[in-house]
């Protein structure tokens, strides 16, 4: 699955620069120009990676991240002219991953956003690459999956399906997000496939069906914690 970006940069080249490069290496792009329109943005889908300016209009970098960080646990970058220390440290106070200090060479922010998504996906897996929740058990190494020790047979969609509901696990996923991430931005297709195989994938799910709540009107989420 292709790992989403959105680019909140005021400059308008700068901002096609870094699409540019981020669009080479693979990733599905979105871009904002200012705070508002990144925190409409930022509230409707759920993004593997933000790279977020500081200085910006309406709303700026730094109170985004604020934002961010009382519901989501998203990788941010912050971009900044500014090279003070205290700035820095603010930043990383309000929940920022990591800083690029402007001009900084694209190749360096894409290398940097790598090394980071790298970090964050391990931080989902343990050393043998081992997703678990509620008796359910992926393996990522070898594409299996079992529940209490007895494996089950997905489709690639349903494995991808399931795997994204549990490293999100106890976050609300619409059904455009589940759309957008595990059949990909460009699909030709309606909310209903997603509805469609989280039916079959509950059925395959047995007695761990009730791990993936319906939320009316929001989306799904995957809760082994929570009374049905």
Request: with cysteine; net charge negative; glycine share 8%.
């Amino acid at each position: 699955m292709k790992k989403s970006v959105l680019i909140v940069e005021d400059e308008s080249l700068m901002r096609e620069v870094i699409k540019d490069y981020f669009d080479g290496a693979g990733y599905e792009t979105y871009e904002a120009a200012d705070g508002r329109d990144a925190l409409d943005q930022i509230d409707a889908m759920d993004f593997d990676l933000i790279l977020l300016d500081i200085m910006l209009p309406e709303i700026d970098g730094l109170s985004i991240c604020r934002h961010i960080r009382k519901e989501k646990d998203t990788p941010i970058i912050m971009l900044t002219a500014r090279s003070d220390e205290d700035d820095k440290l603010l930043g990383y106070e309000f929940g920022a991953d990591d800083y690029v200090t402007k001009p900084f060479s694209p190749r360096v922010l894409l290398a940097k956003a790598n090394a980071l998504l790298k970090r964050t996906a391990g931080s989902m897996c343990d050393k043998d690459g081992i997703i678990s929740a509620g008796g359910i058990q992926i393996n990522e190494t070898s594409h299996t999956v079992t529940c209490d020790g007895a494996f089950i047979d997905l489709t690639p969609k349903e494995y991808d399906l399931l795997v994204f509901l549990m490293i999100n696990r106890g976050r609300v996923l619409s059904r455009d997000a589940l759309l957008s991430k595990v059949w990909g931005y460009d699909y030709f297709g309606d909310l209903r496939t997603v509805d469609t195989h989280i039916k079959k994938l509950r059925a395959k799910l047995g007695d761990k069906a009730q791990y993936i709540k319906t939320l009316i009107k929001a989306g799904y989420k995957f809760d082994e914690t929570a009374e049905e």
